[in-house]
């Protein structure tokens, strides 16, 4: 029991540094709120999707900026589906990383679109291994015996 | 007849109902098709709609859901919603075919345009908006969709249902009161359309 409480105090200040920091959103709850005994992983299972799908973009985004000239407009709809994908997560910083993004391509900065992508780069990379030790935690709780209250 | 079919869908669907829904008996299983080119936007929005609605199909273009719809090039009209969808949520940017033009296709159908469509889209555009609702969308949600705008959803399809199986069932308009009295304080941003349901 005194495991199981220290791994789910650990959890909640996880999580609420996530939400604190402003790297997680309301959306993020609106997940948490669908998972359920009957879909309990359901939350794993979209961030999995999110993470996977991301680094593609990310991929992609990259070698679309190394061409030459930049297809400014390839280059806004990637990002324009990397805001989306990251909005439906709840995972805000990237979102607004994304946002900033878009600006630089309507503006056809070449330079301002490549630090834009370093942004959103080092925004996706961090909500991952963040992300990724929630999950964790939350795996540990429930091989433990425990169970993942719904928390703020 | 358009009004044929929907009756006998509905019939089918509340024997099918009391027969394997999990739902209460008696309760119409609703079929909801979902478009959506992001598998994120997939995943969350086929959860969100079973939080409420027994079946869902989703699919990641609109010329598939053509094809669900029974009415992609070269079929006839007549093969047209035997999957008996009861809704289409759909994206509105999407490569190749847009929600407002799969929107336009359900309407110019007879076997299809009772079919209530609700477009969702990550931008707040007012022309976009107004062309989609001047074309029939029954409403338009900004992304990301939660689950209260599911819950709202439920009464456009209790609408369509009454109107075309030309019964008004106590039980259906129960759910209808029941689904209006969730409608919250805080609205999400969405934005109904002008038209009234006779």
Do not use: W
Request: aromatic share 6%.
């Amino acid at each position: 029991m005194d495991v199981i409480g220290r791994l789910q105090r650990q959890r909640t200040e996880l999580t609420q540094a996530l939400f604190k920091e402003g790297l997680l959103d309301e959306q993020f709850t609106q997940l948490q709120l669908l998972q359920d005994p009957n879909n309990p992983d359901f939350v794993a299972e979209v961030v999995s999707l999110f993470f996977e799908d991301s680094e593609k973009l990310l991929d992609e985004l990259t070698r679309s900026l190394e061409q030459d000239p930049v297809d400014y407009k390839k280059v806004d709809a990637y990002v324009h589906q990397f805001k989306g994908s990251s909005s439906s997560i709840g995972a805000q910083r990237v979102k607004n990383a994304c946002v900033i993004f878009r600006t630089c391509c309507e503006e056809r900065s070449q330079e301002g679109c490549r630090q834009a992508l370093q942004q959103v780069k080092h925004e996706f990379f961090l909500i991952k291994s963040r992300l990724e030790a929630l999950l964790q935690l939350e795996q540990q709780i429930l091989a433990a015996g425990g169970t993942i209250p719904f928390m703020e | 007849m358009a009004r044929t079919n929907y009756s006998r869908t509905l019939e089918t669907n509340l024997q099918n109902a009391s027969q394997h829904s999990s739902h209460a008996p008696g309760t119409p299983e609703i079929h909801v098709l979902a478009v959506d080119d992001s598998i994120i936007d997939r995943k969350v929005i086929e959860r969100l709609l079973k939080t409420s609605f027994y079946k869902v199909t989703s699919v990641d273009s609109a010329l598939r859901a053509l094809e669900v719809l029974g009415i992609e090039d070269g079929h006839s009209p007549s093969t047209a919603n035997n999957f008996e969808v009861n809704m289409i949520i759909t994206d509105y940017c999407m490569p190749e075919m847009t929600g407002y033009d799969l929107l336009k296709k359900v309407k110019e159908n007879a076997g299809l345009k009772e079919i209530p469509v609700v477009i969702m889209s990550s931008e707040n555009v007012p022309t976009r908006i107004e062309r989609c609702l001047e074309e029939g969308a029954k409403e338009f949600i900004i992304k990301p969709v939660q689950l209260e705008d599911v819950k709202r959803l439920g009464e456009h399809i209790m609408n369509a249902m009454n109107k075309n199986s030309g019964v008004a069932c106590s039980k259906r308009k129960l759910e209808l009161e029941d689904c209006q009295s969730r409608k919250s304080a805080n609205r999400r941003p969405h934005i109904r359309g002008l038209r009234v349901i006779a």
